[in-house]
């Protein structure tokens, strides 16, 4: 697709009837002027970070080939250089609301958003808009200074301070626009939103979402199984170029100014491998087989025999053996064996569950978390309550391969200590997997409530989470399916029995859809330093868009559920429901 193709199907979208007499409407409506309009053109070769060009006039028309001619003079330019600028992605918004505001009072604004690059607002420092940037410059580029969770909950806010950085701002106009540096943040600027288009290699047009936290991504009409499942092929395959030739992963970047992560978690290299395995169970690709035993060779040579019954998982890095890394390299191994029918592995996995019956305190069915490494003294007794569920899932998984009976009672021990602590409270998603295997050989009534509670008691808290928490659809699908197994095996229970389900699958919906805001789509890619090391991969965006192999990992293992049991969930939930959830403002508002 060539840009003069793709710019001039923008150009037809954004000035068609209904897209530009709404934005005139909507723009007179919030600012009350009709004879001032502000676009912006942003292009993206995919290696580096978006080029975005401004235009302004008394018309959309006027104001889109105003920013047109800028981009093209760009790209003339390129052309007679030595690297012609060969643009993939193209991305337009169309100003629909501005206010001019003190600079400080961005700090409201910072505390109101409440999470790390959660402010949508893009900046100008006149009213003018002659120095503006997009919501997705001034995030893609640390140009504001946000507040940390901490600093907020405990209101240590500087409300007379400015939090434009000079210093992000000048290096990113200097390295992209080759401009002059700005001497200081004036004390008022221009606060605005806009509503979007993206075209990409597609060559379809497709309509960005213009407030709240899914600001900048692409609209869909429904979230479905086979859309999801399109989005975790692309994620596990991008898992897989990251296994360099050792069998290691690349473990990760901070994609703003693409500093990778250079420290390394083995039992997250675990974990990680999950993913892989169910990638190989959606397209069979014998070509994924050499990659996997890489990366599974990588992982055993992490592991160490404590004497001739029990094994551990040692973190080198940090000389320790920690319960979770045991329970991972479990739960690993025998998807491992069980996508490829294969038994080799069972000696390993019977020695590293030994290791976690060594660490199971038997007076309460609880466990002791991290053991120093070499000599495996007790280092800590707790450290974090996810290697609970883990230990536990991964016990369960033990008996099914073995059948030692001894797994299962260690297994059942611990959910009595969950069931007597109220593990509800942490709205854990390895609790979940742990009940969901426990079940499998114990139709206790007790332990069948007490997953469906697990996800229950939490709905409302995980429906209104403002942020991408990848666990959450983890521990919401394996309840559903723990509870579905309840009603098919005809659990005794009233609880059960009487339980409307469409609330739980409304917030599983939800969350997928929700979850769509941690998918590095090209037209939030395009805005980071190096957009193709990235796209297709999912992030934190509250922790300046991490991407990680664990952090990939999660949101696979819920969409990969997810996917597979979508019709099922489906038949719970109407199309007004679904409708519902996407009658969001039609164009950009600034409420400030």
Same mark, same amino acid.
């Given at each position: ?121 893009? #900046? ?39 939090? #434009? ?123 994924? &087989? ?261 952090? &990939? ?40």
């Amino acid at each position: 697709m060539s840009t003069h193709s793709a710019l001039n199907k923008l150009k037809k979208h954004i000035l068609s009837d209904e897209v530009a007499n709404e934005t005139a409407a909507e723009l007179l409506r919030r600012t009350g002027r009709d004879d001032f309009f502000v676009v912006f053109l942003s292009v993206c070769d995919k290696k580096e970070r978006a080029r975005v060009f401004r235009g302004s006039g008394k018309s959309i028309s006027s104001a889109l080939e105003c920013a047109e001619d800028n981009l093209y003079t760009f790209l003339k330019k390129a052309e007679k250089g030595k690297n012609p600028y060969a643009a993939a992605w193209f991305k337009a918004d169309v100003v629909t609301s501005y206010k001019e505001i003190p600079t400080t009072s961005i700090n409201n604004l910072l505390v109101e958003s409440k999470w790390i690059n959660f402010m949508r607002f893009g #900046i100008s420092l006149d009213p003018d808009f002659e120095n503006a940037f997009i919501e997705a410059e001034i995030n893609g580029n640390k140009i504001v200074s946000y507040y940390t969770e901490k600093e907020i909950a405990s209101r240590s806010i500087d409300f007379s301070s400015n939090r #434009i950085s000079l210093e992000n701002l000048n290096n990113y106009i200097k390295k992209y626009y080759e401009a002059e540096p700005f001497e200081s943040i004036p004390e008022k600027v221009t606060i605005f939103t806009a509503i979007s288009f993206f075209c990409g290699e597609d060559n379809a047009i497709h309509e960005l979402y213009s407030d709240s936290v899914d600001y900048g991504r692409r609209r869909l009409d429904e979230v479905s199984g086979e859309e999801i499942r399109r989005i975790i092929v692309g994620a596990s395959e991008y898992l897989v170029k990251q296994i360099n030739e050792d069998g290691k992963f690349t473990y990760g970047y901070f994609p703003v100014f693409h500093n990778e992560l250079k420290s390394y978690n083995i039992l997250r290299h675990a974990s990680t491998m999950w993913s892989l395995i169910n990638l190989y169970r959606m397209n069979g690709d014998g070509r994924l &087989i050499p990659k996997l035993e890489s990366a599974l060779k990588y992982m055993m040579s992490y592991i160490e025999q404590k004497d001739a019954n029990s094994s551990f998982l040692v973190e080198r890095s940090s000389n320790e053996v920690k319960l979770g890394g045991n329970s991972v390299a479990i739960i690993m191994l025998t998807e491992y064996m069980d996508v490829f029918e294969s038994d080799d592995y069972i000696d390993c996995v019977r020695k590293l569950a030994n290791g976690i019956l060594d660490l199971q305190v038997k007076e309460t069915g609880g466990f002791n978390h991290v053991l120093e490494y070499p000599g495996f003294a007790l280092k800590e007794s707790f450290r974090t309550v996810y290697y609970d569920g883990e230990a536990t899932f991964a016990l369960a998984r033990a008996f099914t391969l073995t059948g030692d009976a001894r797994f299962l009672d260690g297994a059942k021990s611990a959910v009595e200590f969950f069931i007597a602590r109220n593990y509800i409270k942490h709205r854990d998603h390895w609790v979940a997997y742990a009940l969901f295997e426990v079940t499998k050989h114990v139709e206790d009534v007790r332990f069948y409530e007490f997953a469906l509670q697990n996800a229950d008691r939490n709905l409302t808290v995980i429906y209104h989470r403002e942020t991408s928490f990848h666990t959450f659809l983890e521990m919401l699908m394996v309840s559903w399916r723990t509870y579905k197994r309840a009603i098919q095996n005809g659990i005794d229970s009233d609880e059960i029995k009487n339980y409307d389900p469409t609330k739980l699958a409304q917030t599983i919906y939800y969350r997928a859809r929700h979850m769509l805001n941690g998918y590095f789509y090209p037209e939030y890619a395009m805005y980071m330093k190096c957009p193709e090391k990235i796209v297709g991969s999912f992030m934190v965006r509250h922790h300046n868009y991490r991407v990680r192999i664990d952090d &990939i990992q999660h949101f696979i293992g819920g969409y990969y559920l997810y996917s597979i049991n979508y019709d099922e969930i489906r038949q719970h939930l109407t199309d007004e429901f679904i409708k519902g959830l996407d009658r969001t403002q039609a164009v950009g508002e600034v409420h400030a």
